[in-house]
Every structure is written in C-alpha cells, then in structure tokens.
C-alpha cells in the first residue's frame, strides 16, 4: 500500500507539473507574441504564436502530413519542378529569408496548404487538374502568402490552440506525443482561414507571380477549374473560402487595372505536361 501510494503521487506530481508547464508557456507565448506586423499590410494583427516557433512548428509536423496524405510523390524530377517554381515565386515575397520547402502529396483530393515555417504542400489532385506553369505558379505564390502573412500560424491559434498545437513538441518523450501529432496534423489540413486572408493570398499571391514572370491569368484560370470541379462535387476546402465566381471577379479586374499593359510573361504549358502531367502516378 506504502508503494502504491508513493507511485501515485509520483503520478500526480509529473501531471501537475505538465500542467503547469503548459499553462507557463501558453501565458508567456501570449506576453511576447500578442502583437505582430503583417509585412504585406504593415498592420498589426493578434498572433499567440511567436514568429521564432514558426519553424519548429512547420518542422515537427511536416512529416506526420506527409504521412496522413499518401507520402511524397515518389518522382524526384516532379519534386524537383515544383520546388523551382516555388523558390522562383518566394524569392521575389516579402520574406525571401525563409527557407521554404514543396512538397508533391501522393493525393487524389485537389489541394494545396501551407505550415508556419514555409513548408508547403500541393497534392497529386491538384496537380492533374492544372494545365500549365503559370497555374502551378498561382497555387504555389497563394501558399507563399499564407506563410508570408502568418495567416498559417494565427488560424492555428485560434482553431487548434497554442496549448494543444505546441504539446507534442514539448513532450516529446511522452509516450503519447505521437497521437497528439498525429491529431494535431488531422486538424492543419483542414484549416479555415477567414476570407480576408484568402483575398488577400489571391491578390498579393498575383503579384508575386507576375513579379517572377508568370502570367497572372494563370490564376484565374485556376479558379475556373476550382468552380467546374466543385460543381462536379463539392471540394471541401472551398467552403470556407469565397465562391470561385466572386475570386474570378475581383482578379479579372485587377488584372484589367494592373497588369494588361505587360507583355511576355510565363504560361509554361508544355514545361509543365512534359514534367508533371507525364510523370503522375496513376
């Protein structure tokens, strides 16, 4: 009975100090980090997570995703195409500083988010359903923006929260980290960001695509698939962003406003058939 009860508290005594320490770093993340400036706007917004946690955020759970979503497509020349488009398009952002990661998902949903830290996905889905570079280009430059604007990291707070998401990299000898990893992946992918931080991904995301020499069509057109597809059946992901239809409006005009005097600028559909839509596995 002497040993039972001296095991409990032992028990009691390592619960309450996890408690404990969750509880520290939760307030201490929401002393240092409550206040943060979006570099696209320069205003402020309310961040719990700190921008230094980014990284390890991003770095801790690519993998579980990974998991979840089929693993990478197993084609390093796809792998290698995507990620030169994507490096080409976050030189050109706001934080070129970032080390940025693409990832291909063996995938059927059509897809595409994005980690703190720069690490972004695109899954096969999606990939078969664009036609050239230039809508490559525009999938990837909204990813970037979400990273660059944080738009990752503040859902994250608020729909996870700061507890919960930072739990598994805290106690990684805890014998059930890899559960809460596992549940904490589950819930990135299917984040909803509010449909300002969408508008603003499209419209900045445009501008970093043209700034790296794509054609900013390619967007719309990506948009247009979005609509045929989710007419076809529902994608998921669509409901908490605004409809196709009102996306196409608002980057038509931009378009109109900004950009139809610049000529040259990349489409890329046969680079793209010939080192993506020919090497998909089936």
Avoid: W
């Avoid at 980090?33 to 991003?58: K, Y």
């Avoid at 579980?64 to 290698?80: S, T």
């Avoid at 992918?189 to 069509?217: H, I, K």
């Amino acid at each position: 009975m002497v040993l039972a009860s001296k095991k409990f508290r032992v028990v009691v005594v390592e619960m309450c100090t996890k408690i404990l320490l969750f509880g520290i770093i939760g307030f201490l993340f929401y002393l240092v980090s409550s206040c943060a400036v979006n570099p696209i706007t320069g205003e402020e917004q309310f961040m719990l997570i700190p921008e230094s946690q980014d990284l390890e955020i991003g770095r801790s759970y690519a993998p579980e995703i990974e998991k979840q979503m089929g693993g990478r497509i197993p084609n390093e020349a796809v792998q290698a195409y995507i990620d030169s488009v994507g490096q080409k398009i976050a030189r050109v952002s706001h934080r070129p500083d970032i080390q940025y990661h693409f990832t291909a998902l063996n995938h059927k949903t059509i897809n595409a988010f994005a980690l703190p830290g720069g690490y972004i996905f695109i899954t096969k889905g999606m990939l078969a359903k664009l036609n050239n570079e230039s809508e490559l280009a525009a999938v990837l430059a909204h990813e970037i923006t979400h990273v660059v604007a944080r738009h990752a990291a503040e859902a994250m707070s608020r729909q996870i929260g700061i507890q919960f998401l930072l739990a598994a990299i805290v106690s990684r000898t805890d014998s059930a980290a890899a559960a809460r990893v596992a549940d904490v992946a589950q819930q990135i992918v299917s984040l909803r960001f509010s449909r300002e931080d969408e508008r603003e991904a499209d419209l900045q995301g445009m501008q970093y695509m043209v700034d790296a020499g794509y054609d900013p069509r390619g967007m719309v057109e990506t948009m247009k698939m979005l609509e045929r597809e989710n007419e076809a059946g529902p994608i998921d992901f669509l409901s908490s962003h605004p409809s196709p239809q009102n996306r196409i409006a608002y980057l038509t005009g931009r378009i109109e406003s900004r950009y139809n005097s610049i000529n040259g600028l990349k489409i890329g559909a046969e680079e793209y058939r010939h080192a993506v839509l020919n090497r998909l596995p089936k």
